[in-house]
């Protein structure tokens, strides 16, 4: 986009946004509506749930007496009234103040405020606060995400579960656990991260941890927000959300829209529709329906950047253009929450979705063949596999993933003695399929071409769990639990390449897969100083393509299986700090990871056989303000994590597992003045990391190979808001600093992280019960 | 105008400067082209080329039938600098592989006649492409030999 009409853009958007602005301003003084308060809450896109969304602020010891972390799971339940204003939802921590207390493992909640204070442009930028988490953007517009969990590999998030309101988002969360939807971080109040023996309730991936999306809730009362931005880059983003009560249903919608031309001319397009109404059924039941749209139209290469070239020009564009990926997803769910008893509840859940994903890759090779016209050649030619030949041609990778899904959650409370016991209880059965056609294109940008593959594949899971929380005494929770797996493979390939000529085939094959999953979690002490540890078995059943052969053949490439154990303590030594710091250990009999190396594909996955992890997460927080009685907020966090990633065997024995760095550390400064000024300073570190399981240091004539430096990133925001108002002002710099750095090396050679973008924004926040 | 109403006018006119100048802050302004790289280029219906980036722009199309990487850089101002190799054959020389013809020319079987250094031509060129002794442009875009 050039800048002239860049420039023309975004002044229209600005005269819309101002235009609708002055108009309501307007409109409210025309109907008599007396000026809003000068304590205008801060601006929030709507309400929380029920009960609040930040862990409990800390409560000063000297003044305030000691409380078990079990203690009020002997208080008497909460009222029937109160489960119609209760949002039917299914949470990995829990929606009660001390629910993170409780967790008997390392757990993170961010909330509403950091998503506020942060004003992230994707899901990446907030997943990397979270001591363990690693996150890689694979495009400019966070399209995708590799999230990887203490040194797992990360690669489309496949080992991590990913769940928005207790709901699977990976497109075949048995069979093919990818992530090529990524969650747009306005869609969200919240999100919940949770490892250790905590996952067992949920699944299939037990691994290491459980990231849980929530999403807007919808208010009690009439509120609307306005939001739009524009940055370098050709970045614009605006969305528009509005809730209100309806009798007693309640309701929320939301549309956004983001565009960008993205770092290295990787332009990207997406629009987020949500939809969410709940509403009473009975006195003692409520029902969340929730509808959802999703898209993406992006310029998306899976071919980096030879060495050379980034020696060159390290900003270089993207080396296929042409390349093109477009996904639509629908979602639909309910959930529907029944209390037959004040100890008695059922939560359901039935969802169904749909992701549609059609990607074109522009066909290229690094060994060239006289006679052949290419396209284009970049790189340096007199170097072998210095170069890359593209051709006129490309790939169509045009695939269909469904998922449906019921999950009854049973939660009991009942005493023996003086023992309480919560019991969760429940199962899922899901049924989820794939349809694969892969075509071969006359020309780099058709989404046509001749059908060279197809095929179809089919995983139905059985699940079941059984979780007891045991308060023995008011300080002191032992949780044990089991869950099972069940899932069944079908793969049936239509059409395929057989002597070099694409033929009609049934290929069928089919397998079976079993996981028992047992943990046992434990929380001892107060909710001001507690410590927690478990175990639990990790299982993560394979992907379908890799554990039965493209002829029907049943492979070798089994479930992923670890080890876990867990210690750690969480304190709040003051009304004004916290502290927190986790020990774990993993054995891996058998972790899948991605074979790096030139001759090996994005989709390689290949048995690392055993590995371990071990390592320590911690974080901080101290509110500078609380401390020394400021009228101004002074918060500062901080969060370090190291991690070990090693195979225990064979020829890599004792090395670290590719991209599995060794530090991370991640720190903010938030600043509040009770004028409306604020502000953010988050800064990060990623120590260096590896990329292949052989170790190597020197970089490869591909760039595919090499160690990845250390990097640190610093990034800032400014914002003034204006009460009268509702106006929130924010001017945002991501990579300050400019740092220039490698963020990953596959599939196909390197990958620059993102460029420094600034961008501007305003939002107006608008409650309808205070202009009453 | 009161003082709300304003401050507000104030703040948005702001912005309206930020949106400016974020719109024209500077980016990175991404070459056509970058040194090495090679764009294909249709020489005749049947017969393609390559043209060579330099300074940030790809040049004429060089039609000498070479691949860059497998036969030497295809560079369009060699082709037409006139300077002849030491040791190769020119226009229309007898040869048995590439390298011994001279940068431009590549080495052509001609069925009965044997192998010749030759070049691309065209039909509406072909006076040029293909001076005597050559009789003129073949069908597949080649000078044919005498």
Redesign the interface.
């Known amino acids: 986009m050039s800048?002239r009409r860049?420039?023309r853009t975004?002044?229209a958007i600005?005269i819309v946004a101002?235009g609708f602005?002055?108009e309501m301003?307007r409109h409210a003084h025309a109907q008599g509506a007396p000026?809003p308060p000068s304590d205008i809450p801060p601006p929030t896109d709507v309400p929380p749930a029920s009960g609040p969304q930040d862990a409990p602020p800390p409560t000063d010891q000297a003044s305030a007496p000691t409380t078990g972390v079990a203690a009020d799971d002997a208080a008497p339940p909460p009222s029937k009234k109160a489960a119609r204003d209760d949002v039917a939802e299914v949470r990995v921590i829990g929606s009660k103040a001390d629910s993170l207390q409780k967790t008997p493992g390392s757990g993170t909640i961010i909330s509403q405020k950091d998503l506020q204070r942060a004003q992230p442009v994707d899901t990446a930028e907030m997943l990397r606060r979270v001591p363990g988490v690693q996150v890689r953007q694979e495009y400019g517009g966070g399209n995708r995400i590799d999230i990887s969990i203490r040194g797992l590999e990360g690669g489309r998030s496949r080992r991590v579960l990913l769940l928005e309101d207790g709901i699977p988002v990976s497109i075949n969360p048995y069979s093919e656990p990818d992530m090529y939807y990524a969650p747009v971080i306005e869609r969200y109040r919240g999100i919940e991260v949770v490892k250790g023996s905590g996952n067992i309730l949920f699944g299939p991936q037990t691994l290491a941890g459980t990231i849980n999306f929530l999403t807007l809730a919808p208010p009690d009362t009439q509120r609307a927000a306005v939001d739009v931005d524009?940055?370098?880059?050709g970045y614009v983003r605006g969305y528009a959300n509005y809730g209100d009560r309806l009798g007693d249903a309640r309701y929320v919608v939301q549309v956004l829209h983001r565009r960008g031309d993205g770092?290295?001319?990787l332009a990207f397009d997406s629009t987020d529709i949500l939809g969410k109404l709940a509403v009473p059924t009975g006195a003692d039941g409520t029902a969340m329906i929730k509808i959802g749209y999703h898209r993406d139209d992006a310029a998306s290469d899976d071919i980096g950047l030879t060495a050379a070239?980034y020696a060159?020009?390290p900003?270089?564009?993207a080396l296929s253009p042409a390349s093109h990926l477009v996904l639509d997803r629908y979602d639909l769910s309910v959930t529907h929450e029944q209390r037959f008893t004040d100890h008695v509840k059922l939560k359901t859940l039935a969802y169904a979705y749909r992701t549609d994903r059609i990607w074109r890759r522009q066909d290229y090779t690094r060994s060239?063949?006289?006679?052949?016209?290419?396209?284009?050649?970049?790189?340096?030619?007199?170097t072998p596999g210095g170069?890359i030949?593209f051709r006129?041609a490309n790939t169509v990778l045009d695939r269909t993933y469904d998922v449906m899904g019921l999950e009854p959650r049973f939660e009991i409370k009942v005493r023996t003695g003086p023992v309480a016991h919560t019991i969760d209880t429940g199962g899922r059965v899901l049924r989820e399929t794939a349809a694969y056609e892969q075509r071969s294109g006359g020309y780099a940008e058709t989404y046509a071409g001749s059908l060279d593959f197809e095929e179809k594949h089919s995983g139905t899971a059985f699940a079941a769990y059984l979780q007891d929380k045991i308060a023995f005494a008011d300080n002191l929770i032992v949780t044990p639990g089991i869950r099972v797996e069940h899932l069944e493979f079908n793969r049936v390939v239509l059409r395929q390449l057989e002597g070099g000529s694409p033929k009609d085939v049934f290929v069928e094959g089919k397998k079976t897969i079993n996981g028992i999953v047992p943990g046992i979690g434990m929380v001892y002490g107060t909710k001001q100083l507690n410590v927690f540890g478990g175990l639990h078995v990790g299982f993560a059943p394979p992907r379908v393509t890799s554990s039965i052969s493209a002829r029907g053949i049943s492979s070798d490439v089994g479930a992923d299986k670890s080890l876990n154990y867990e210690l750690g303590t969480r304190t709040m030594p003051s009304k004004w700090s916290r502290l927190e710091a986790t020990g774990f250990l993993s054995n891996f009999s058998n972790q899948v990871i991605v074979a790096t190396g030139p001759a090996a594909g994005e989709n390689n996955l290949t048995d690392a056989g055993s590995t371990n992890l071990y390592g320590i997460e911690s974080a901080g927080l101290v509110s500078f303000d609380k401390a020394l009685k400021w009228p101004t907020v002074v918060e500062v966090g901080a969060r370090y994590t190291f991690s070990r990633a090693t195979f225990r065997h064979g020829p890599n024995a004792g090395n670290l597992l590719p991209y599995a760095p060794l530090h991370n550390f991640n720190a903010n400064l938030d600043v509040e003045h009770p004028s409306g000024f604020g502000g953010q300073v988050a800064y990060s570190f990623t120590g260096a990391q590896y990329t292949d399981a052989a170790n190597n240091v020197a970089e490869d004539v591909t760039g595919i190979v090499g160690r990845l430096d250390p990097r640190h990133i610093v990034d800032a925001t400014l914002r003034?808001k204006?009460k009268?108002?509702g106006?929130t002002?924010r001017?945002t710099a991501k990579n300050l600093l400019d740092a220039q750095y490698i963020i990953a090396r596959r599939p196909e050679g390197i990958f620059a992280g993102a460029?420094r973008q600034?961008?501007?924004g305003?939002r107006w926040d608008w409650d309808g019960a205070k202009r009453e | 105008m009161t003082g709300r109403a304003s401050t507000v006018g104030a703040l948005l006119a702001l912005s309206f400067v930020l949106v400016i100048a974020i719109g024209a802050c500077g980016e990175v302004d991404h070459p056509a082209c970058y040194p090495g790289d090679y764009l294909g280029c249709l020489c005749s219906s049947e017969v393609r080329g390559f043209a060579t980036c330099n300074d940030g722009a790809y040049g004429a199309c060089v039609c000498d039938g070479r691949t860059p990487g497998l036969d030497g850089s295809a560079d369009a101002t060699t082709a037409d600098s006139g300077v002849v190799d030491a040791g190769k054959k020119g226009f229309l020389g007898d040869c048995t592989k590439n390298d011994d013809c001279e940068t431009g020319l590549f080495c052509k079987d001609f069925p009965a006649k044997g192998t010749f250094c030759s070049r691309s031509c065209t039909t509406s060129t072909a006076a040029t492409d293909c001076p005597p002794p050559s009789s003129g442009c073949n069908k597949d875009g080649v000078c044919k030999a005498p």
């Open positions: 800048t860049l420039t975004t002044i600005a101002a602005l002055l301003e000026p524009v940055g370098t880059y770092f290295r001319d070239m060159a020009e900003r270089r564009r060239p063949s006289r006679g052949e016209g290419y396209a284009y050649v970049a790189g340096d030619t007199n170069a030949f006129d003034f204006h009268p108002s106006l002002f001017l460029f600034i961008i501007f305003v």
